[in-house]
């Protein structure tokens, strides 16, 4: 699901932490280390992180407290909040302070092949053979994930996070910054939902120009974003009225199989023409290049917005009937297309295992049962049965099936942060209807998706999360350093001039001198290893 925003309570730790230190003083409140009585059962070490909001020793959850009795494995837990976690799970790395195995370890691929390469963390391969069952049967349903857990070396070294929600194009995760159109405006002033990029512009005109608001004050902005190249509330849902569009890694698959990039075609030179139309009549939020995420759930509280962008609506002006998706809009050559998103409820680097692991037996059988589909789905989004505060689920025992409970006004990531465990965990699209049903939040989202949007999504194939090796990772990434910035630098720049015309061939050669070439070469060879081709 959508990441989370910094609660007031997680910063408010972090400058506790900043003042009283990062030592290893066992009193500081961002680490536990648990060591209960555990009899005569196997004990593990264990590192992970965990919501702010949720017990500070993870035994106390009582998803822990059911696998302890399901495995008859007891876990000592060193788990520190999330704002710090990051610092000291490479600093434990780094000095060689070792646990068994790190839990929601969060590692990037870059890591996991430094930790492979320097013998830090174990292969899992022999282990998942012949010691996992679950997770086997995962891979088995779903065998596209074990290309993309399998390291360039043929090892897999870390389990992953998967979490599907709708397949294919009718993937939760297909439309990132979905646009929300303010319809008591519409309605107020007379006016119909465009279609039209055109009508848009008017839309917006009347908007700025007709107090839609009723207040007598010229406050209202006809469209806010948050200036990113196809981020979350990025204005960049519009480029697929003038071409194949844009997401947030520019990184678009013919359906030839061919990878291109989202901001060197026509279509993008023609979209950001489109932006410096809306510019000039000042239908653009002023501060659309600087605003953050905060100053812009303020504005979207107030109202003010006759259109913005964002994965829901319900973080920036609630869930009211204000503001309706609008759909795809008819470009001036007739084009209407939704870009998809490279997303995928997928997170390669979830646990590893140490090379200070002493009991491997234990261990698989602990890890596989993360990946039971019951205790996948209480890993991810919570429990049932908890007498001392509000259940996600409730148990449908003769069905063996877990119910999504109404949350009565609880935020739900709040709610998930206090209960859910996280780590490794998969959730198939096939879970749905016999293991769990869908969260109520993400029922609704992917309603609008198949209503609005997937219909006029033209691309067949998205860009998966390759593993690439560590020559390769590094390549791509210096090459994203300068490529990346540069490209919104000028989209901004043209919005503003509007003189993409006359800058576009030097445009397209500055690409190439950044390593635009270099970089599609890689990504076209990681795409076809992963397909297998």
């Known amino acids: 699901m959508k990441r989370l925003k910094k609660t007031a309570a997680v910063i408010s730790l972090a400058t506790i932490i900043a003042v009283t230190g990062c030592s290893g003083n066992s009193n500081n409140k961002d680490e536990i280390s648990t060591s209960s009585d555990s009899g005569s059962k196997p004990t593990l070490n264990f590192m992970t992180q965990s919501h702010v909001l949720a017990p500070m020793d993870p035994n106390e959850k009582l998803i822990f407290k059911r696998m302890e009795e399901k495995t008859g494995i007891h876990i000592n837990?060193?788990?520190?909040?999330?704002?710090?976690?990051?610092?000291?799970?490479?600093?434990?790395?780094?000095?060689?302070?070792?646990?068994?195995?790190?839990?929601?370890?969060?590692?990037?691929?870059?890591?996991?092949?430094?930790?492979?390469?320097?013998?830090?963390?174990?292969?899992?391969?022999?282990?998942?053979?012949?010691?996992?069952?679950?997770?086997?049967?995962?891979?088995?349903?779903?065998?596209?994930?074990?290309?993309?857990?399998?390291?360039?070396?043929?090892?897999?070294?870390?389990l992953p996070w998967i979490e599907e929600l709708g397949a294919d194009k009718e993937s939760i995760h297909t439309v990132n910054n979905i646009p929300w159109i303010n319809v008591e405006w519409l309605k107020k002033l007379g006016l119909n939902m465009p279609t039209t990029t055109e009508e848009l512009k008017q839309v917006l005109i009347a908007f700025?120009?007709?107090?839609?608001?009723?207040?007598?004050?010229?406050?209202?902005?006809?469209?806010?974003?948050?200036?990113?190249?196809?981020?979350?509330?990025?204005?960049?849902?519009?480029?697929?009225?003038?071409?194949?569009?844009?997401?947030?890694?520019?990184?678009?698959?013919?359906?030839?199989?061919?990878?291109?990039?989202?901001?060197?075609?026509?279509?993008?030179?023609?979209?950001?023409?489109?932006?410096?139309?809306?510019?000039?009549?000042?239908?653009?939020?002023?501060?659309?290049?600087?605003?953050?995420?905060?100053?812009?759930?303020?504005?979207?509280?107030?109202?003010?917005?006759?259109?913005?962008?964002?994965?829901?609506?319900?973080?920036?002006?609630?869930?009211?009937?204000?503001?309706?998706?609008?759909?795809?809009?008819?470009?001036?050559?007739?084009?209407?297309?939704?870009?998809?998103?490279?997303?995928?409820?997928?997170?390669?680097?979830?646990?590893?295992?140490?090379?200070?692991?002493?009991?491997?037996?234990?261990?698989?059988?602990w890890m596989d049962q993360l990946y039971d589909p019951l205790q996948s789905v209480q890993n991810n989004w919570g429990t049932y049965g908890d007498e001392k505060q509000q259940n996600i689920f409730e148990l449908d025992e003769a069905a063996q099936m877990l119910k999504h409970l109404p949350l009565e006004g609880t935020a739900p990531g709040e709610l998930r942060g206090k209960t859910s465990v996280g780590g490794p965990l998969a959730i198939l699209d096939t879970y749905y209807g016999s293991v769990t049903t869908k969260p109520d939040d993400a029922a609704w989202r992917l309603d609008i998706l198949k209503n609005v949007y997937v219909s006029d999504v033209k691309a067949k194939n998205i860009y998966p999360r390759v593993f690439f090796s560590l020559e390769d990772a590094e390549r791509l990434s210096a090459i994203e350093a300068d490529l990346f910035p540069y490209v919104l630098r000028k989209r901004t720049e043209w919005t503003e001039n509007g003189k993409v015309d006359q800058e576009w061939d030097e445009y397209l050669k500055e690409l190439d001198r950044l390593g635009l070439q270099e970089y599609l070469t890689i990504k076209q060879a990681g795409y076809d290893r992963n397909a297998g081709k």
Do not use: C
């Open 77 to 158: 837990w060193k788990n520190y909040t999330n704002d710090v976690f990051v610092e000291k799970r490479n600093l434990a790395l780094a000095t060689g302070e070792l646990p068994d195995a790190i839990f929601d370890a969060g590692l990037s691929d870059f890591d996991l092949l430094k930790l492979a390469k320097d013998g830090t963390i174990i292969p899992l391969d022999d282990i998942i053979e012949n010691q996992m069952p679950n997770f086997k049967k995962v891979l088995e349903q779903a065998p596209q994930y074990k290309a993309m857990i399998t390291a360039p070396d043929g090892h897999i070294y870390s």
């Open 208 to 365: 700025k120009t007709k107090d839609p608001n009723g207040n007598g004050k010229a406050d209202e902005i006809p469209v806010s974003f948050i200036n990113s190249n196809g981020g979350g509330e990025d204005i960049g849902f519009l480029f697929g009225s003038f071409g194949p569009g844009l997401n947030w890694d520019m990184t678009l698959v013919g359906d030839d199989g061919k990878v291109n990039f989202a901001a060197n075609n026509d279509g993008f030179k023609e979209g950001v023409k489109y932006f410096n139309e809306l510019y000039k009549e000042g239908l653009i939020d002023v501060e659309y290049m600087t605003q953050d995420w905060n100053t812009y759930i303020a504005k979207g509280k107030e109202d003010l917005y006759g259109l913005y962008f964002t994965w829901d609506k319900a973080n920036i002006t609630g869930m009211n009937g204000k503001y309706e998706p609008m759909p795809a809009l008819v470009g001036p050559t007739g084009l209407k297309n939704v870009a998809r998103t490279n997303g995928m409820g997928f997170d390669r680097g979830r646990m590893v295992v140490t090379k200070e692991n002493k009991d491997l037996e234990a261990t698989a059988k």
